[in-house]
Each structure stands twice: as C-alpha cells, then as structure tokens.
C-alpha cells in the first residue's frame, strides 16, 4: 500500500505561481508513474501532468508550457512536484496526486482570483 500526501495548495491571484507538492511513502518502485490530477466543481477529473517510469513526461494542452512536473526518489519515499505558473482563474479545482494510476492522495485546494 503506499500513502499520498499532498500540500502546496491556496489561493493566489491569476498570473501568480503556486508549487504542489506530494509524497509517497511505502511499498514504492524506485521510479513509479507519478501524475497529477484536477477536478473543478461539476466536472469530472483530469490528467494535468505525468511522469512515467522513464521520466518522459506529458502535459494537459491547456497547461503546456505553464505548469512543470518533477520527481525527486529517495529510499522508500518518492517525491512529485507540481510547479504551476502563470495561473489562470480557471486552474481553480482540486489537484490530487496519483501512484501507477492506482493509489490517490486527499487532494489540495488550488484557488486562483481575477
């Protein structure tokens, strides 16, 4: 089972730049597929970032070029970043933080004001 704990979240005004963070912790692969998810109120959620197991990585059209996934691993703990600038109002959701498409963290709270 592995744990998911994320932070980083709050509110920032739009054109501001937030870091998300997570980490991973027990029964882990050293370079897991680590990806980062959002889901706005009445919409269902969404693949913002990933890094799959080769580190390649792949990006939500409508974040290329504004928001950077990275992975830093460690013994029995991995850590996912999310660097998110540039934000816009509607980045405003829920960001959780997601293990070989399998586990989920609890989420955090993006708000970004006008």
């Known amino acids: 089972q592995v744990q998911l704990v994320e932070s980083g979240g709050g509110s920032v005004q739009a054109g501001g730049s937030l870091r998300l963070s997570c980490v991973a912790s027990?029964?882990?692969?050293?370079?897991?597929?680590m990806a980062w998810y959002r889901q706005a109120p009445g919409k269902s959620r969404e693949l913002v970032a990933v890094m799959t197991s080769d580190s390649s990585t792949n990006y939500a059209d409508s974040v290329k070029g504004r928001f950077d996934i990275s992975r830093v691993s460690a013994r029995n703990t991995v850590k996912v970043y999310l660097e998110m600038n540039s934000l816009k109002t509607e980045d405003t959701a829920v960001y959780y933080c997601?293990?070989?498409?399998?586990?989920w963290g609890q989420g955090t709270q993006v708000t970004v004001s006008s």
């Open positions: 997601n293990y070989n498409d399998r586990d």
């Open positions: 027990g029964t882990i692969r050293s370079t897991p597929t």
